[in-house]
């Protein structure tokens, strides 16, 4: 198995930029496909983007395509969610995931981080 934690998280206004960080542990993370997603209070939780297990191929939401991007540094065990031109609407609090399918569905990734909370808010 494979434990997963989340940093990063904060205030910030709208504009300004963040970067998460996921660090792995307790298995082979170059073989995994690595994941954000988020969840704002009341609502589901809604995916951000994914990175498959090499680094060749992302995928993004359409709310974040082009402000957002996930990068993995496998000789570190960490995955990194770059994002740029926040908007209040980004506000939630964000997951890491690790799983065996690349995939922007939640419940194909099988390991979760315990989140951090970004907040965007003037």
């Known amino acids: 198995q494979v434990q997963l934690v989340e940093s990063g998280g ?3 206004q709208p504009g300004g930029s963040l970067r998460l960080s996921c660090i792995a542990n307790g298995g082979t993370f170059s073989t995994y496909a690595l994941g954000w997603f988020r969840q704002a209070p009341g609502k589901e939780r809604e995916f951000v983007s994914t990175i498959n297990r090499n680094g060749g191929a992302t995928t ?3 709310s974040v395509r082009g402000r957002f991007t996930i990068s993995r540094d496998n000789a570190k065990n ?3 969610l770059q994002m740029n031109i926040l908007k209040p609407e980004d ?6 995931a690790a799983g065996t399918t690349y995939s922007t569905i939640s ?3 099988g390991y979760w981080g315990q989140g951090t909370q970004v907040t965007v808010s003037s």
Do not use: K, N, S
């Not at 506000?91 to 890491?96: D, H, I, K, R, V």
């Open 10 to 12: 904060g205030l910030v």
């Open 60 to 62: 993004y939401a359409d």
């Open 78 to 80: 960490t995955a990194y």
């Open 91 to 96: 506000t939630a609090e964000y997951y890491c």
């Open 107 to 109: 419940r194909d990734y």
